[in-house]
Nanobody
Framework: VQLQASGGGLVQPGGSLRLSCAAS????????MSWYRQAPEKQRELVAR???????TYASSVKGRFTLSRDNTKRTAYLQMNSLKAEDTATYYC???????????????WGHGTLVTVSS
């Protein structure tokens, strides 16, 4: 199983970016999909999380600006980030709870980080 993250880059304050997180491998089902971020010298924090049962939750710092969605047919989660601020600069990591075929329990998987830099 792999999670492939993409979409990071350099953007000016007030701009937008869309991050994608695609899961691949021998997958039976995917539970929660989430995005975390980690700024230099700071702890990793949860940005947004989506589940079929609980819906979508956001960190208060991004609520109203970021939108997390998922396409189950493509096994992909998207994080649309609008009105970006300098304080959104961080490496963003996707995370998913994945149940593989033949396994009894889901496991947590992480994608590689994608860097988002908000600067003029």
């Amino acid at each position: 199983v792999q999670l492939q993250a993409s979409g990071g880059g350099l953007v000016q304050p007030g701009g937008s970016l869309r991050l994608s997180c695609a899961a691949s491998g021998i997958i039976f089902s995917i539970g929660a999909m989430s995005w975390y971020r980690q700024a230099p010298e700071k702890q990793r924090e949860l940005v947004a999380r989506i589940t079929s049962r609980e819906g979508t939750t956001y960190a208060s710092s991004v609520k109203g600006r970021f939108t997390l969605s998922r396409d189950n047919t493509k096994r992909t989660a998207y994080l649309q980030m609008n009105s970006l601020k300098a304080e959104d600069t961080a490496t963003y990591y996707c995370n998913a709870e994945i149940l593989q075929h033949g396994m009894r329990y889901s496991e947590n998987y992480w994608g590689h980080g994608t860097l988002v830099t908000v600067s003029s």
